[in-house]
């Protein structure tokens, strides 16, 4: 029960992508631009929400959350919904393999910019009501990747990282992200799949290390690993705002890098930002830095 009203309260502060750990496994092909589409679709779903209803994205906010330019994006996001209708999911069950197309229907609004989306109603028990086997995705922070892969494996270290690792066969990877004909040697689906996506997060919560394991003479599975926080290297950005939460707040060196890591950058500006208006109008309560911190915690689940 903890455990849902920590969800609903997220869903409030921070968007969130609530979605069966059988969507994360699952083998479909996407570009980067539609994956970002159907998370934020996922989002709009409410914790309540016993049936799917058409789920509307403004363009505009859609542009705000994956921080894009406007050049020529709303063309692209045409596209980008007529052809999510075409995508399949291919979800492995107990009994076979379930093959679903993940839209119903998607109506864009010339000149207002809105999306309107149905999902397939088969996919109900995957995305309604979940009680187990889900995972939790932090929108804003997930759609500031740039890659489908990079999102793909953010996904699966996600679900993972309680443990902080997760082993899969090569295979196995290769047919979830639909490569299994692109990319026959190991070496390019290493260099651009696993190295890209490892760059991509570096410098996030799901930065890892990977160790490759050899069937013979040829790599059979792939374990990945999360980095511990304190291992995680900052961009020169990031260690500029984590002296700024240092100095202006007085947090820990370990809770300014834990943000600064977890937090997409605008949204640490953005809370900086309400953080201090709340001390100058004399509300804040508490000492500043245990203020900032439950702030942060609340809104970004650290």
């Known amino acids: 029960m903890?455990?849902?009203?920590?969800?609903?309260?997220?869903?409030?502060?921070?968007?969130?992508?609530?979605?069966?750990?059988?969507?994360?496994?699952?083998?479909y092909e996407m570009t980067a631009l539609q994956k970002k589409i159907l998370l934020m679709l996922i989002s709009k779903i409410q914790h309540d929400d016993t049936d799917f209803k058409p789920y509307r994205i403004r363009a505009k906010d859609f542009l705000e959350a994956a921080d894009l330019k406007s050049t020529q994006i709303y063309g692209k996001l045409k596209l980008a919904t007529e052809g999510l209708i075409s995508k399949v999911f291919h979800i492995k069950k107990s009994t076979g393999v379930l093959q679903i197309t993940i839209l119903s229907s998607a109506e864009y609004y010339e000149g207002r910019g809105i999306m309107e989306l149905c999902f397939d109603p088969k996919l109900k028990p995957y995305l309604l009501e979940l009680k187990e086997q889900f995972t939790i995705l932090p929108l804003k922070q997930v759609l500031?990747?740039?890659?489908?892969?990079?999102?793909?494996?953010?996904?699966?270290?996600?679900?993972?990282?309680s443990t902080g690792f997760f082993v899969t066969k090569v295979d196995d990877l290769k047919y979830k992200l639909g490569l299994e004909d692109k990319y026959r040697s190991y070496n390019l689906f290493k260099r651009n799949v696993i190295i890209q996506a490892q760059k991509e997060l570096a410098n996030t919560d799901m930065a890892f290390s990977y160790k490759e394991i050899k069937s013979g003479r040829r790599v059979d599975r792939i374990e990945f690993r999360l980095k511990p926080i304190k291992e995680i290297e900052l961009t020169e950005e990031q260690q500029q705002l984590q002296a700024k939460l240092i100095n202006e707040f007085d947090l820990t060196e370990m809770q300014s890098k834990k943000i600064v890591v977890k937090v997409p950058t605008k949204d640490i500006h953005k809370t900086i930002y309400d953080i201090k208006t709340t001390q100058?109008?004399?509300?804040?309560?508490?000492?500043?830095?245990?203020?900032?911190?439950?702030?942060?915690?609340l809104k970004y689940k650290l």
């Open 2 to 27: 903890e455990e849902a009203k920590t969800i609903i309260k997220q869903q409030h502060n921070s968007p969130l992508a609530i979605q069966s750990n059988a969507l994360i496994h699952a083998r």
């Open 144 to 161: 500031s990747l740039r890659s489908i892969y990079a999102i793909r494996i953010y996904e699966m270290l996600q679900q993972f990282k």
């Open 280 to 297: 100058r109008e004399g509300k804040v309560r508490t000492n500043i830095s245990a203020y900032a911190m439950g702030l942060f915690n």
